[in-house]
């Protein structure tokens, strides 16, 4: 069993920087996928970013792409996302996924290749 809890979230302005993570528990992470997405109310789950258990590939969506990083520290059991130059349209529920498949290279952007998720962290980005 793996459970996730994000943190980091709030209200900022438009060009603010805002780290978030997610801790994982249950049990060891450090040979999973993970990622992250982000959804608004009465919408579809959309792709964020997402980073192999070894971190050798990263994969972003265009809309964040140059902004947001994604980077994890298996030794504490967190995945992390850094983000740069907020704007509003980042505004959204982000959640932090893991992907069950060992040792896997790909780092898929849909969101039924995850397995487990957070509760989510709320982001906001005024203007």
């Known amino acids: 069993q793996v459970q996730l809890v994000e943190s980091g979230g709030g209200l900022v302005q438009a060009g603010a920087s805002l780290r978030l993570s997610c801790a994982a528990s249950?049990?060891?992470?450090?040979?999973?996928?993970m990622g992250w997405f982000r959804q608004a109310p009465g919408k579809e789950r959309e792709f964020v970013a997402a980073i192999t258990w070894a971190s050798s590939t990263t994969a972003y969506s265009d809309s964040v792409k140059d902004r947001f990083t994604i980077s994890r520290d298996n030794n504490k059991n967190t995945l992390y996302l850094q983000m740069n130059s907020l704007k509003p349209e980042d505004t959204d529920v982000y959640y932090c996924a893991v992907r069950r498949a060992l040792y896997s290279t790909l780092a898929p952007s849909e969101s039924a290749e995850y397995d487990y998720w957070g509760q989510g962290t709320q982001v906001t980005v005024s203007s």
């Open positions: 249950g049990r060891t992470i450090s040979r999973y996928g």
